[in-house]
């Protein structure tokens, strides 16, 4: 089994920067990836990190230290659409994704 | 366009009733996946398939059925044996072995009357 753990919700000012942690516990690792899920849609794929360090991705980094279990997602320049649902998930060799519950953020004006 | 169809999009049923939900995918992946999402408790993995006739139970298996007769398609039966089906089902598809990127259909909203 495995424990993925992320803050239930995170409010932030358009424009402003916010980052969302993600700690897991898991055996197996074979790499962490971040979905965006706006309410009653599916997940989209953001980003993936399988070595240790930064990943960026235009306003979206992601960053992994396998050795603490730990991720982060970095929102930079947040706009209104960025106001949705973000996904920690862990892959392991067997080939399960496991989810973590995800943190809601919310851009106000 | 390459992706995956889930129908229907939403589904009432009675209770004691048997419902299968369709899951279709055109990006000739190898692996198929169900999960299961509730509010505040994210994605739950329900089955998986890694190819065509072979299928794993995920963590919430029981009540549930799948079969994979075509890499194409995935179906889920949500049985009566399901204590409480109402959720928002989620079908994903994966290119290979490896951690490969999934990509997830619309979903299928089922709610038990």
């Known amino acids: 089994g495995q424990n993925i753990d992320q803050p239930t919700e995170m409010t932030a000012t358009e424009g402003a920067i916010v980052q969302i942690n993600c700690t897991y516990q898991?055996?197996?690792?074979?790499?962490l990836f971040w979905y965006q899920q706006h309410a009653g849609e599916a997940p989209t794929f953001l980003s993936y990190n399988v070595l240790d360090g930064l990943e960026e991705k235009g306003r979206f980094s992601s960053f992994l230290s396998r050795s603490k279990g730990y991720s982060y997602l970095l929102l930079k320049e947040l706009q209104m659409k960025d106001s949705a649902s973000y996904l920690c998930a862990v892959s392991r060799n067997d080939y399960k994704l496991s989810f973590g519950a995800g943190t809601t953020v919310t851009v106000r004006a | 366009d390459g992706g995956i169809t889930q129908s229907p999009k939403y589904l009432f049923r009675k209770e004691g009733q048997n419902v299968t939900l369709s899951c279709e995918q055109n990006?000739?992946?190898?692996?198929m996946y169900w999960y299961r999402q509730d509010p505040g408790q994210g994605l739950r993995l329900i089955y998986y398939?890694?190819?065509?006739?072979?299928?794993q139970k995920g963590d919430i298996a029981e009540g549930y059925s799948v079969s994979r007769e075509k890499k194409e398609s995935f179906p889920l039966t949500v049985t009566s044996a399901q204590k409480n089906p109402t959720a928002f089902y989620l079908c994903?598809?994966?290119?290979?072995?490896?951690?490969?990127?999934?990509?997830f259909g619309a979903g299928s909203r089922l709610t038990v009357l």
């Open positions: 398939s890694q190819i065509v006739n072979d299928f």
């Open positions: 994903a598809s994966m290119r290979g072995s490896g951690a490969n990127v999934l990509t």
């Open positions: 898991t055996s197996g690792f074979n790499g």
């Open positions: 990006l000739n992946h190898d692996a």
